[in-house]
């Protein structure tokens, strides 16, 4: 089982970037998918998460309006779509799976409950 993170790099501030998380090994259909970053000196923190069935979405406080969770279980993928992005911004990105089947359920803040995560992608922001 596992999770693969791509689409980070290092863009100006103001810039976009867009996440992929992709699956291999399972389906995503009854998990909830999140987005976790860290960055250098601080403590893992909860981005944003998507239920199983993207009814429900979250946002962390300092992501809320510049970020975009989305999910495309056809091919196995979730995705976060940033937009004008900061330098505190810059991260390590984790996108993690909790198994939850309900569909309209996810939790962005409590990583502990998720079983599966990937290696991570690089954002950095900078000029």
């Known amino acids: 089982l596992q999770l693969v993170e791509s689409g980070g790099g290092q863009v100006q501030p103001g810039g976009s970037l867009r996440l992929s998380c992709e699956a291999s090994?399972?389906?995503?259909?009854?998990?909830?998918i999140g987005w976790f970053r860290q960055a250098p000196g601080k403590e893992r923190e909860g981005v944003s998460c998507?239920?199983?069935?993207?009814?429900?979405?979250n946002y962390a406080d300092s992501v809320k309006g510049r970020f975009a969770i989305s999910r495309d279980n056809a091919v196995n993928a979730v995705y976060l779509q940033m937009n004008s992005l900061k330098p505190d911004d810059l991260a390590l990105y984790y996108c993690?799976?909790?198994?939850?089947?309900?569909?309209?359920?996810?939790?962005?803040?409590?990583?502990?409950?998720?079983?599966?995560w990937g290696q991570g992608t690089q954002v950095t922001v900078s000029s």
């Open positions: 993690a799976a909790d198994w939850n089947p309900s569909p309209a359920v996810c939790e962005v803040v409590n990583s502990e409950r998720y079983e599966i």
């Open positions: 090994g399972f389906t995503l259909t009854n998990y909830a």
């Open positions: 998507i239920s199983s069935g993207g009814i429900t979405t």
